[in-house]
């Protein structure tokens, strides 16, 4: 079905003024200042006049069939819905495993991406977990992203965490190296995401891993980097050196910097704001621990804080394009995912349409279906 919505007012996620949009085949065929319907016969036309469209998120960093068990087998964390992303305006997801990879498998990850995929959400997943060595569904890493089409890289391999395997600078080279070369043979983004815990060695690992320029930097997403202002400090330091970061946009612990003033801070010490990520960690565990590693109690991410995110950074002065970016193109270009992340021609039909006067979502189109529901 060819749709046309009239008279919208895009960011790219940069500003392009009020358009037409030409949707067919879940894809943005055409952006014009005007369409007109009488040239497609049949096609739906949607009168979008008071309303943005801005790009569908790009979470990347779900657990996307539940984290937990940090507290036992009643701690584990059930699956996330479709709609509960749609709801949240992410219409691209990357899953992944964190802590359990025993009770939770890589085969069922990979059959709720393909569910997701099938749900139209478009969806990817790294294999790995927070253990080293890399548990693999076919074997190797390479292999894995080679062969199987939404694996796009390893994650989230853990460290400076008492949850970790304790890998090795050698052993992360080594890794990186497998990522690469699965990276050339299938063109596809290799990168591996990196948990830091709270430890005080932080980044110190992954910047030992490219010291000596045998590795690229970019090939590591360190995550939570805004879990705690040192970190955060680190993380600077980590941009300093040309490399990406990824800030959680759940801040429900204490010592967590909120987005809109860890951004601030990076982009005030020298970081790029197209090197900055913001991902929900969606039903993952937020597990508390006593100063001996006891575990106390736990919550649980929630993946409508991506919006809110975007939201109180406009509310900081923030422009809506940099608090765009973060979110959807910044994300999209570091996993080399080509067909989101940005409203323009021949790029998959993934938009939120907001409210001109409350910018509230008030539909969402994946794949180009639109959804009009109370958001």
């Known amino acids: 079905m060819i749709k046309i919505l009239k008279e ?6 940069m500003y392009s003024g009020k358009k037409d949009l030409l949707i067919a085949g879940g894809c943005i065929e055409r952006i014009a200042n005007n369409i007109e319907s009488s040239t497609f016969p049949g096609s739906v036309i949607e009168k979008m006049d008071g309303k943005i469209a801005i790009p569908g998120f790009i979470d990347g960093h779900v657990h996307v069939i539940g984290g937990g068990g940090e507290g036992g087998f009643t701690s584990r964390i059930s699956e996330i819905q479709t709609s509960k ?11 992944l495993l964190g802590t359990d990879s025993i009770t939770k498998s890589l085969i069922s990850l990979f059959a709720k991406i393909q569910a997701l ?33 939404p694996v796009i890289g390893v994650g989230e391999l853990a460290i400076s965490d008492h949850r970790s395997s304790s890998i090795t600078v050698d052993e992360i080279k080594k890794l990186s190296q497998e990522c690469r ?33 045998e590795i690229s930097i970019n090939i590591f997403l360190p995550t939570h980097i805004n ?77 409508a804080v991506m ?10 002065g923030m ?28 790029r998959r039909a993934d938009m939120i349409l ?22």
């Open 181 to 213: 070369v699965a990276s050339m043979l299938s063109n596809k983004s290799g990168k591996v995401i990196v948990h830091v815990g709270k430890s005080s060695g932080m980044l110190s690992p992954l910047i030992e891993a490219v010291s000596d320029d």
């Open 8 to 13: 919208v007012e895009i960011y790219t996620p």
């Open 354 to 375: 907001l409210d001109r006067q409350t910018f509230e979502m008030s539909s969402i189109m994946v794949n180009g279906e639109l959804y009009h529901q109370n958001l």
């Open 307 to 316: 919006f809110k995110t975007f939201k109180e950074c406009i509310g900081s």
């Open 319 to 346: 422009s809506i394009e940099d608090a765009l970016k973060p979110l959807t193109v910044n994300v999209a270009n570091f996993f080399k995912l080509k067909n989101t992340g940005i409203l323009e021609e021949n």
């Open 85 to 95: 992303l749609l709801g949240c305006g992410i219409t691209t997801v990357i899953g």
């Open 117 to 149: 995929r099938e749900d139209g959400i478009n969806a990817y997943m790294m294999t790995g977990s927070y253990q080293y060595p890399v548990r693999t569904i076919t074997g190797s890493i390479e292999r894995d992203i080679v062969l199987l089409d």
């Open 227 to 303: 879990r705690n202002r040192k970190l955060l400090e680190n993380g600077a330091e980590w941009m300093k050196m040309g490399g990406f970061v990824d800030l959680t946009a759940d801040t429900t612990s204490g010592e967590s910097v909120k987005i809109k003033d860890a951004i601030k801070y990076l982009t005030e010490n020298g970081g790029d704001i197209d090197h900055i990520l913001v991902s929900s960690d969606a039903q993952g565990s937020i597990p508390s621990f006593d100063e001996k590693g006891n575990f106390l109690s736990m919550n649980i991410s929630d993946c």
